[in-house]
Structure formats: C-alpha cells, structure tokens
C-alpha cells in the first residue's frame, strides 16, 4: 500500500445535509413558509440513494442519519484519518434538480450559508465550493460574487450532467466569473434528471446511472474545449470530481484524432485539446477505475503524459476504497507529493490566501 | 484518417498492402433515391413519396449535424458514372477491395429503416435492403458479405427477418446501431439477441443511430465533433446496458461487435464496471459474473478510426489490454476519415498478431476460417 502524507489537501468531501428542514434557519420567510406549505420533502438526489453501498463506505455508516452528515465522523474518518492540512467541501444535496430558478437559487444561498455555519466555521481546516441555481446564469453569477468574499470558498461547483453542454457560450458569465475571482469549476458526478442520464436513454438500473458518470464526463469535456472555453479563459481551471481518469487517455487520442481531421468547424480551438487538458483540466483521484494490477495503473499515470492532473480526495463518505488505501499501490513518493500537495495548491489559489471571511 | 487534399496516387497503390485483410465496415449506398423500390411494396413508394421517412429527428434532409464532406465520404471515391460515394460496385473493387487486397469485406448499409418512427415502414425498408445488399453487391462480389438490418425498434418484428435470412450465406451479422430509443441492454431488443444467437450471427453495433436521446446525457450538444466523438461514450453506455441487463448471460453464444467507436475505451470502461458491480452486484443479482468476463468473452471491436496516440508504445498497450484476438480491422470505405490498412499498425508487431488483427479475428468470428 501506498501512504498518503501529512499535509495534502483533499479535494473531494461530501458533507450530507441531514434533511430539507435543516436549511429551514437559512431560508427567507418566503421560501420557509414555501417548504411547509407545500409539504416540500427532502432533496435526495437519484444518483447516491442514501442507502445505496455506493454512498458510504459499511464502517463510515453512522448508526442513524445520512451518511456524512456529522461533523465528528467526517473529522475522525477522513480529515484526521490523512492527516489533511485541507479538506474541500462539495456538497451534493439535490437542490439542481428543482425546476424553478427562484427556488434553487433561495436553496443554493441557504446551501452555501449552511455550509459555512455548520463546518467552515467549526474545523479550519475546511473549505467550500459555491453550489451555484444553474438554472440561472443571471443569479448564478450573483451567487459566487456574494459567497467569494469569503475566501474559504475555493471553487464553483456543478453537476456533471444538467439541462446544456457544459461549454454552451449562455453558460461563459459563470466562467468569467470565476476567473476573475481566482476559483475552479468544480465539476462533479451527478445529475439533474433534467435530462436521460446517459446518451442512449433511461438505462433500468442505479448501477448503470453511476457508471455512466464517467462517460458523462467525457461528454463534457468535449463540449468545454470545442466551444472555446479555454480559449476565451486561458486561466480558468476546471476540476473533474468523482469522475473516474482512467478513460482520459483514449478519450483524448480520440478527440485529438478528430480535432485535426474538423478543426475547420471550431477555428477558435488554438490549441490541441492535450494541451489544453494539461493546462486547464485536473481530476479528482477517487474513483479509481483501476486495472486488476498495479503495473498496469502505473503505465495509464504514463499514457497520460503528466503527473499534474491529478488531486488527491478520498471522496468521503462514498465507497470507492477500503481501509487506508486512499492511494493506489506502486505510486512513486513524488508522485504522490504532488499529488497531495503540490497539484492542489496549484490549482486551487485561494488555499494560499489568508482566510477572510464573509462581512 | 484520410486527408481530403493529401497528394496520393489514386487509386492506392496495389503493392501498399501485401497480405489479404478483412475490412469489416464498408459502407454501400445506393446510386439513385428509388433503388430500392423494386424491392418494397407499391403501399410504400407512394407512402415515401408523400411522407418520407418520419425520424427520430428534426430534418427532412440530411444529418442534424452536417458533417465534414458530403455524404461523410472521400471526395475521390465519386464513382465516374455517377452517384454518391460507395453506390458502385465496379469502382469500390478498382479503388479498394482490389488494390488493397480485400478478402472479406463486411457491408454495413446505413441509411436504412432504422430509426424510422413508423414501425411498418421501418421493418419493409429494412427487408428491402436485405435484398438489395444480395442482388447489388453480395451475389455480384464473392468477397463482400451482408449484415441483416431490422427495425430496431420493433423487437419480434425485427426477429422475424433474422430468421428468414438465417442459414443464407450471404450475410454475416445482424446489424444494429448505438443510439436508439432506449438503452440496447433493454427487453424491447431482447427478441433479436435470441433470433441472432439462434442464427448464429454476431449483432454488429455500428455508431451513430436516431432515438430522440440527446447525445449527451446534458442535452444537445453545437457541433459535428462532438457527435462524432460522443459516438464512443454512447458505445459505453449502451455495452454497458448490455451487460447489466444481463444479455450475455442469458445468451451465452451470442457475440457483439462494436463498430467505427474505437476500442480505447474498453479496458477502463470494463475496470469501472467490475469495480461498481463489486459494490452494487445486490441490484443486479442476473450479472452473476465480474462484467469484464462477459465483455472478453462476447465483444469484439473494429479498429477504424484508430486511436492515435503521440507515442505508439501507447497504442500498443491498450491493444494488448483488450487482446489481439478482439479486434477486427475495419477502412469505413468510402467514408472520409478512411484508414489506411499500410498504416495504421505501428512497426514491430508479431506476424501472427498482425495476421489476427488484419484478418483472421474475422474469419473466425464470421465463420469463414
């Protein structure tokens, strides 16, 4: 087994909001009076039934409640546990899937100040991602300038699938956005339901939903590099979470292969897209879609030509690994240094800069 | 993949390639838009003349994306009499099968009655082109071999033709493509996997298809590109229906042939699988074995357009991660992103892997050994 070091940065945790009535103190009379009027019940999201092996490792499951959703378990099963200096915090409660802009956006504002109260300000070694109502750019935008003020947010998050390609130009206000203000796009597994959730249909079962994650990402990808993204925000990272990367490197030979044979209908790509995933692309370490050995895994680290794609996370509280091994067997020291570290650091600027938070 | 412009002697070279291949995606069409009426009922000219085809997409005409050539194809491959790109017999020989030293070639006619919404005219097309494919190209040219198309969406009907065309040697396979209306692991197909099994034909499942799914599971995606490399995620997802619908293991003689979506793709994809099945075996208890068994046991994948690494060592790798008895070599004459069979394997491969991958994988697999 390869071990983890003191010091790194996880990049993917999952604190688990209990239950729709625990936004209740951050919502506006409005929107409180919304939730019980209606009989709004909670916003548990397809893609990880709460019960589901998937969504928690056995001996990371409490005896009640949501998995992940105490922050003791979370500080003694994963932060403790490696040793972080950071833990990033991407919540994964359900609030996409609403169709209405003006109540994801009041869930997104009362999901982000709860993340705050609840865990930002109860462990310093905590940060945030800004879940953001994609439903509108408009207050999308308006949402990461409020919460950016508070530099314990380190990144913008949204879902891998939702209503558009991801690359869609009505999308770019968010990404201008977040350059500005030196945060990643932080793209994680799941859907929205706003549309089927892989590109041949409604497959029957949960199992096919989480495999196709990985098949959604590639989707996305292409979108962002042929639409231009990049090209128009050469500084914009985006972050890949739960998104597998064992596919990358086939994926991109054949996107490469078919980027030079039409590049005549995408003029602004000025880059190959290997240039442009190195640059502006990283992926989150779990899960790892791992071949049967480890000599194998260490020749798809070679296949991808550059050992800064990768951040570390134990994507607590999901089970993507047993015991320790957080990090897959074989990985050189430095490897894994940059892994945990350096690779984190650099992408995620805001982990450097004193922690301000909210006026 | 074929440059439009690239300075070349046409036709190729005899002596570019020495050794007999099999090219198991070559794409007939047909010369004029009433070929094929001498083969359907008079009920359904007069049904295409007033309503057309009636898809699973908006345009009357042509793709929803346009693609990079007309027709998708070489602008060298115009036959001289006339007609699109791949409608003659006489100049595929001279430009291809000829001079590239074609042994078996493998028909995957495209434009046919899939993904029509009418369920009848869908199935008559298809039939149709089942006996155009032997009166044009199979009976004509020993060498070539037909695929039995059907109506995808209607799976008894679908059924009835593969057991009429079943024992007749002029077909090989039974041809569906990726993108239908549901996922292909689902029970609205499961009557053509028991026809093709009892037929002993392998289900090519060729790229691209209409089923009113957006290509991405995100919506509509802006461009050409992206439908074309989004055809191997839709390969993913609809193999992995497969498995997880449990067809293979209802089917056990059954194999699968995954046509023009690469085949980088596989080992990660059947990494994923195992290590989900492993965790979520519970909601699929008809899986009852690791995912990438089936898939090594029952899939096959063409090469065409090859993955093209930077470094060639690469490619390699990933070969031998999906084995070099899995995979089929395949030009997708006549369309424009072509492979050259003198160029796409890298220097230092065995002769006997050579041998497999250009030819014999397929002779086997389509029983002409």
Known sequence: ?359 | MNVQFRDRAEPASPVAVKTAIADCDIHPARATKTELYPYLAKRWHEHLETYDKHQYQGMMEGPPYPKAQPNASRRDAYPPEGGPQGSSLSFMQAQHLDPNNVRLGVLNPLATGQGIRNHDLSAAICSAINDWQIEKWTSKDRRLKGSVVVGNEDGLTAAREIRKRAGDRNFVQVLLLSRNVEPLGQRRYWPIYEAAEEAGLPIGVHAFGFGGNPITASGWPSFYIEEMVGHSQCQQTALASIVLEGVFERHKKLKMVMIEAGFGWAPSLAWRLDKCWQRLKSEVPHVKRPPSEYIGEHVYWTTQPMEDPERRDHLIDVIEWVGWDKLLFATDYPHWDYDDPSRVLPAGVSDANREAFYLNNALKLYGLA
């Open chain 1, 1 to 359: 087994m390869t071990s983890p070091i003191a010091g790194g940065v996880d990049c993917d945790l999952h604190p688990a909001v209990p239950h729709l009535t625990s936004l209740l103190p951050y919502l506006n009379d409005y929107w409180r009076d919304q939730v019980t009027t209606r009989g709004m019940t909670d916003l548990v999201s397809q893609s990880y039934p709460a019960n589901s092996p998937i969504a928690s490792r056995p001996d990371w499951r409490p005896a009640k409640g949501k998995p992940g959703s105490r922050l003791e378990d979370l500080q003694a099963q994963a932060v403790d546990r490696f040793g972080v200096r950071y833990g990033i915090c991407n919540p994964l409660y359900g609030v996409q899937m609403v169709f209405s802009e003006d109540m994801a956006d009041a869930f997104c504002r009362a999901l982000n100040d709860w993340l705050v109260k609840e865990w930002l300000d109860r462990d310093v070694r905590l940060r945030g991602s800004i879940v953001i109502p994609v439903q509108s750019v408009e207050k999308s935008v308006a949402e990461i300038e409020r919460c950016a003020r508070d530099t314990r947010f380190v990144q913008v998050l949204m879902l891998v699938m939702g209503d558009m390609p991801l690359g869609k130009r009505a999308y770019w206000p968010i990404y201008a956005a977040a350059e500005r203000l030196g945060l990643p796009i932080g793209i994680h597994a799941g859907s929205n339901y706003h549309n089927p959730p892989t590109s041949v249909g409604w497959g029957s079962y949960h199992i096919e939903d989480y495999v196709a994650q990985a098949q959604a990402f590639q989707t996305q990808l292409t979108s962002l590099i042929v639409e231009g993204v990049f090209a128009r925000h050469p500084n914009l990272k985006m972050v890949m979470l739960e998104s597998g990367f064992t596919w990358l490197p086939s994926y991109l030979w054949r996107l490469h292969k078919f980027w030079r044979g039409i590049r005549m209908e995408t003029p602004w790509v000025d880059r190959a897209p290997l240039e442009i995933v190195r640059s502006n692309i990283r992926f989150s370490l779990q899960p790892i879609d791992a071949p049967p050995d480890p000599a194998t895994l260490n020749r798809l680290f070679e296949h991808m030509q550059s050992d800064e794609l990768l951040l570390f996370s134990t994507d607590y509280p999901h089970w993507q690994f047993d015991g320790d091994a957080v990090l897959p067997e074989g990985m050189s020291a430095d490897l894994v240094r940059k892994i945990m570290v350096d690779n984190p650091h650099a992408t995620y600027s805001r982990l450097s800069q004193p922690a301000e938070t909210m006026p």
